[in-house]
């Protein structure tokens, strides 16, 4: 018998390519997901497939799934700033009250649990790189606030249920992760520089473009995932690629690789958005051998490729 894997979020970026990876490692795969991010187009060449069922729900709400269940992954989150700002009830109901059903399932199951967690809940941080014993340096009461905080909830009570109910549980917490099947219009700064040089239109850079952000590619980022899901590892670990680069940097990067004629411009920076952004992942190197392996400008490469194919410029 297959073990089965139940993903919230799996019709979004990140669950996408998680649901298509533990089909290969094979597992049965029921994904959750309401579409308010995702969608049916990022999950369709699963839908054929007999190891593979969708089930739209949003799961603010109990969530009823009947049979055996190996594993929960709690994915379901909004994510882009553009669209956590846009759904900021939503976002907070989905780490609180969402991670809280996700969780009750596990226990009811007695499965395995991931958090799909956040760099986020370092806020804007005054340390660099973030280990994971950093607390963090977050406004809870500014804009980013419902993402940030939602997550550091979201962490908090998946803890609670590890130390008072003893569910086995994992707490990802992802670094900016960029690739194929990423929205278009998430309003992320690599699929927004992408589609703006492809277009030869002005690539957006905001502020002065010094802020520093350390990119994973995809396969990179669901590897990791995946050794941590199959670890004994129950606290917090950082997955994401240590190199990092300032925004401005990168808006140069993608104009030469997409050979785009965009002029480069700047706008006004978003509050609190974090100046720096680098995981110390020597933790995940020693616990899960894990470390990212795709260099930016070859993940760049891919992603404007997939992006080239799947546009209707
Ligand atoms: P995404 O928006 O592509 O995917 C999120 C998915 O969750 C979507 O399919 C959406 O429809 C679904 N969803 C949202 N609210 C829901 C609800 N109440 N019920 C059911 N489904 C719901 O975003 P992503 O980039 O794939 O992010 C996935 C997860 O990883 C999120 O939890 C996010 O916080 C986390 N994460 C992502 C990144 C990144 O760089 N992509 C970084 C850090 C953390
Ligand atoms: N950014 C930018 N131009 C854009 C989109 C984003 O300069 O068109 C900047 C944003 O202000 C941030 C960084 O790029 O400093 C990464 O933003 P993203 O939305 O990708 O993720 P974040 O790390 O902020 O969650």
């Not at 005054?126 to 809870?140: F, K, S, T």
């Not at 249920?161 to 929205?183: C, S, V, W």
Request: hydrophobic share 40%; glycine share 8%.
């Amino acid at each position: 018998m297959k073990k089965s894997v139940l993903i919230t979020g799996g019709a979004g970026f990140l669950g996408s390519h998680l649901c298509n990876l533990l089909i290969k490692k094979g597992y049965f795969v029921i994904c959750v997901d309401s579409l308010i991010t995702g969608s049916i187009g990022n999950i369709q060449r699963l839908l054929k497939g007999k190891d593979f069922r969708f089930i739209k729900h949003d799961v603010t709400k109990y969530i009823k799934v009947k049979g055996e269940i190996h594993y929960v992954l709690h994915f379901a989150s909004p994510a882009s700033p553009m669209d956590y700002l846009k759904y900021p009830i939503k976002t907070l109901k989905v780490g609180s009250l969402g991670t809280h059903n996700a969780l009750g399932l596990a226990k009811a199951k007695k499965a395995v649990f991931l958090l799909a967690s956040t760099s986020e809940v370092y806020g804007d941080p005054l340390i660099n790189p973030q280990p994971e014993d950093y607390w963090g340096n977050v406004n809870c009461v500014g804009p980013r606030g419902v993402y940030d905080e939602s997550k550091r909830f979201a962490e908090a009570i998946t803890l609670a249920y590890y130390r008072t109910h003893k569910i086995d549980t994992k707490i990802a917490r992802i670094f900016n992760t960029y690739g194929p099947f990423m929205r278009k219009e998430d309003g992320r700064a690599i699929p927004n520089f992408i589609n703006q040089a492809l277009m030869d239109k002005p690539i957006t850079v905001y502020g002065a473009g010094g802020q520093t952000r350390s990119f994973c590619f995809i396969s990179d980022m669901i590897g990791g995932i995946y050794k941590l899901l199959r670890s004994r590892v129950n606290s917090p670990v950082n997955i994401g690629n240590p190199d990092e680069i300032s925004v401005l940097k990168v808006a140069h990067i993608i104009k030469k690789l997409t050979e785009s004629k965009s002029k480069i411009v700047f706008e006004e920076l978003p509050v609190n958005d974090p100046q720096v952004r680098r995981p110390d992942i020597t933790f995940a190197k020693s616990k899960l051998k894990w470390q990212p392996k795709v260099p930016l400008k070859k993940g760049l490469l891919k992603t404007i490729q997939w992006f080239k194919n799947t546009s209707v410029i």
